[in-house]
């Protein structure tokens, strides 16, 4: 059979002490075999490609062990053996985040977790971006020197960097962002990346980054005066631009950071863009307000947007609805955000959606409206809101035949079948 058996540094448990000492084959990455009870005759592989190690390998007529370090089925490769038709026993050793954060001496049930491997960077970086508690995965070209460099100056942070965790050379270090970008490191395992300010964090249900809010599109009240979208537009703008952890989302001209603040509620990266300066003041107030995450970048997106970091989503609001709104679009969509929405006027909606079409966005426009019942007053003013999004979904398009039909439920035994019928109801 095969047995995944992960390491931290502690003595073997029982169950996998047996599994070393019966096995015909024992594959580990490098520095994890040293000191484990093989059996006389056993073959000894170091490697870092274990999976490969395996091809050829008949698991079937004989014990076959893969050391690895911690636990095999966090960010390891329970996953990629699963997926390859293994079947493997695993037993687990301490992950490596809860490793580092004990030497760091703080809870981690409120942390984010998130891996900058396989070309994961730029995402783990958002997250950093937007959350006070990170443990960052490493790997190489994505370590404690390329994170540094990505967040220093605008997102002050501490790293703490971990080393080699439990094995002869571990090195725990607590360092600047400024200072990991210079300094040498030695294959790091994994990065604390804390605002030190909330790093305790506080008392939660639920492991991990605090759930999404309860409602969205609050109301027009929450941001002050300005001159913001309304909150139903707001609804439609949010459900566009789709933002999540590992997003970096632009607010362009929304004239209060309503959109980039409630993007920041969702656990996205924001970067605030206005050329007002009044607006850039309310904006920062109202960040305040509601104690989220965004940075803010006075003057105008399209002489900046070179200095900013790539975005994933881009909102751009009313402030350039008829003054240049089609080329501000131009100059936000040629940077290849995967989703962007903008608040256009009536004579630049057309242009801007077929500058959207050229630059390879799948677009469309709506004008909305909406009247409060409980009002006297006029309806509000008509807005037009134009978004376009890459690679999107063509709609009729026939879903996977992996994806998981949606399952009828049979009701309980005594409980009535349909819950509709009349007198029967919940």
Not at 37 to 50: N, S, W
Not at 56 to 71: A, F, H, K, M, P
Not at 146 to 170: I, Q, W
Not at 197 to 218: F, K, N, Y
Request: proline residues 10%; glycine residues 12%.
């Amino acid at each position: 059979m095969l047995t995944v058996v992960g390491r931290d540094g502690s003595p073997l448990s029982e169950a996998a002490r047996a599994a070393v000492e019966s096995a015909a084959l024992v594959v580990g990455e490098p520095g994890r075999l040293d000191g484990l009870p093989l059996a006389p005759g056993a073959r000894k592989v170091a490697t870092e490609d274990l999976v490969g190690a395996l091809k050829g390998v008949d698991v079937s007529d004989q014990d076959v062990v893969l050391i690895v370090d911690g636990d095999p089925g966090y960010f390891g490769i329970l996953r990629l053996l699963l997926e390859q038709g293994h079947a493997p026993e695993a037993l687990p050793a301490a992950p490596l985040v809860a490793r580092a954060f004990a030497q760091a001496g703080l809870p981690w049930e409120d942390a984010l977790v998130v891996s900058a491997r396989d070309g994961h960077l730029r995402q783990a970086v958002n997250a950093c971006r937007a959350h006070p508690k990170v443990a960052v995965l490493t790997g190489p070209g994505a370590g404690p020197a390329e994170l540094a460099r990505a967040l220093f100056p605008v997102t002050p942070r501490s790293f703490v960097v971990c080393e080699n965790l439990d094995g002869p050379g571990e090195r725990v270090v607590y360092v600047r962002p400024a200072e990991a970008t210079t300094r040498p490191w030695n294959d790091p395992d994994v990065v604390l990346v804390l605002d030190n300010r909330h790093a305790l964090g506080e008392t939660s249900w639920i492991s991990g980054p605090a759930p999404a809010p309860a409602g969205w599109a609050l109301p027009a009240d929450a941001f002050g005066d300005g001159p913001g979208l309304p909150p139903d537009v707001r609804a439609f703008v949010l459900a566009r631009l789709g933002p999540r952890i590992g997003d970096m989302v632009w607010d362009v001209e929304s004239g209060d950071g309503s959109v980039g603040i409630e993007c920041a509620r969702f656990g996205a990266a924001v970067i605030a863009v206005d050329r007002d300066h009044a607006a850039c003041e309310r904006i920062r107030e109202n960040v305040r307000l509601h104690g989220v995450k965004a940075a803010m970048a006075s003057g105008d997106v399209r002489s900046t947007a070179g200095h900013l970091p790539r975005p994933d989503a881009v909102f751009i609001g009313p402030g350039f609805a008829g003054r240049g709104g089609p080329e501000t679009v131009r100059a936000c969509a040629g940077l290849k955000p995967a989703r962007l929405v903008a608040i256009a006027a009536a004579d630049e909606a057309q242009k801007t959606l077929d500058v959207l079409a050229e630059q390879g966005f799948t677009a469309d426009a709506v004008r909305l409206q909406a009247t409060p019942l409980n009002s006297s007053g006029p309806p509000g003013d008509p807005v037009i809101v134009v978004w376009g999004a890459r690679d999107a979904r063509v709609p009729g398009r026939r879903p996977s035949r992996t994806t998981r039909p949606i399952e009828t439920i049979p009701a309980l035994p005594g409980e009535p079948d349909d819950l509709d019928e009349p007198g029967q109801g919940a």
